[in-house]
C-alpha cells in the first residue's frame, strides 16, 4: 500500500495532461500511486493515458465537474496521504519529500501546502502580499480567499474523513469551500519553497468561465456558520465576511441589471448585521 495517493482530475485536457503526469512520474519521493479521473473528455485525453500503461492507475467516469473527479479519486485512493494536481499544473520535483518530511511528526489530522510559482503565457507573474502563503492558524485569511491551492495541497485520509470531500453542489470556489472547513480547526503545515508552477491563462479555468464567483464563497461561508462547533471569535470573522462578500455581489448583480438578486444579497448581509449567536 503506497503512502501517498496523488489524484489528477482531468476533462480535455489532452495537450497538458503529460506535462502533469510526467511532473509526479519525476517525484523524488517514490511511494505513491498515481490517479487520475478523466471526467468524461471528448478529446485526445484517452489516448494519451492510455501511453502510460500501468504507470497510473485511471478512472473514468461521465462529465460531473471537478469535485466529483477529485472525490472519486479520493474514493479510489489506498495512500495514507491524499495530494491533489490540476491537470493544467505540474509539481517540482521535490515536492512529495518536503511535505513528507513535514509530517514527521506523524499527525493523524495532516495538511501541508507548499509555496507556488504563478505563470501565464509562459512568463512568471508576481504574486501579491494578499496572496501570500503561510502555515499555522489562519481562518480569517482562508475567508478573504482562497489561500491553499489544490495543486500544492497534501492531506491525510483521516481528515478528510472528518471534513468531508469537495461539495459536488458547488459549481466552483469547491476548494475555498473545503480549506474553510479545515482551517476553522486545524492547523495547516506549510513548506516556503515554490514547489508547484501553476499555469493560467486558459479559457476553460473555472477562475476564467465562472461569473461572481464570490456567490460560490458565500454558500461556503454559510456551510461553516451552520456548523455549531465553530468558535465564536471565528464564527464573528465569518460573519463580517459573508457581509462583506454580499456587498461585492449585490454591487456586481446591479451592474448586470439583476435589481433583485442584488436586493437578496442585501437583505442576507443586513440579516447577519451585529448577530454572531445565531446558532
Known sequence: MPLVSVVIPTYNRGDVIRRAIDSVLQQ?????????????????????????????????????GVSAARNRGIRSASGELIAFLDSDDEWLPAKLTRQIERRSRNKTYFICHTDEIWMRGGRPVPQKAIHRKQGGHFFERALERCLISPSSAMISAPLLEKVGLFDENLPAAEDYDLWLRVTAFYEVDFVPEALVIKHGG?????????????????????????????????????INELRRKCVIVAQGCRKRGKEEEAKAYEQLAESYAGDFYRS
Do not use: M, W
Open 28 to 64: 523524488d519521493f517514490k511511494d505513491f500511486e498515481l490517479i487520475v479521473v478523466d471526467d468524461g473528455s471528448a478529446d485526445n485525453t484517452c489516448d494519451v493515458l492510455e501511453a502510460y500503461h500501468k504507470r497510473i492507475r485511471v478512472v473514468s467516469q461521465e462529465h460531473c
Open 202 to 238: 486558459r479559457r476553460d479555468q473555472l477562475s476564467a468561465t465562472t461569473v461572481a464567483i464570490d456567490q460560490y464563497r458565500i454558500r461556503a461561508i454559510l456551510k461553516i456558520l451552520a456548523n455549531p462547533d465553530l468558535p465564536l471569535r471565528s464564527r464573528e470573522h465569518a
